[in-house]
């Protein structure tokens, strides 16, 4: 797994103490991904706004819309990587992307072979039906399935 943050226990003391955070090192993760998950699930309530400065320094901060107020949940500075790292994280990603592509491709050539193996009748009709839009001397139907 490839890092994408870097939270150190000197950091920590700095959150606890800007935000009055109530948790600790090992529980931090999990409550960042839990308000993470809340943006998702619930985005007319909870919100994330990141500030970029013109230095390159930014904050992004976590709030909950409390119909008359928003009340600031987390606040955490945030700073620049070098190019040079991010260049990296997203090539790690480009290729277990590229990785996953070609292990899907295998199976879908390992289902056509099981397909042409098990079914031949199956293939014969779409060659023989791609002049006129369905397969030559089937009595097979187009269905839509839908709600009733």
Known sequence: SQP?????????????DDCNLVVDFSQFPALLLKLL???VEQPATYMAQLSIKAN????????QNLEF???SL????????PQAMVRGLVTVRH????????DLQAELMEL???VRQRCPNLLQLRRGGKGTGS????????VTLGSR
Not at 56 to 63: H, L, P, R, V, W
């Open 112 to 114: 056509k072979a099981l």
């Open 37 to 39: 998950n809340l943006l």
């Open 4 to 16: 994408s943050m870097l939270v150190t226990l000197l950091h920590l003391r700095f959150l606890q």
């Open 95 to 102: 290729n277990a992307l590229l990785e996953r592509c070609a």
């Open 74 to 81: 987390l606040s955490m500075r945030v700073e620049a990587v």
């Open 69 to 71: 107020k928003c009340m």
């Open 135 to 142: 397969p030559a001397g089937s009595s097979m139907q187009s």
């Open 56 to 63: 390159g320094t930014a904050a992004f901060e976590f709030a």
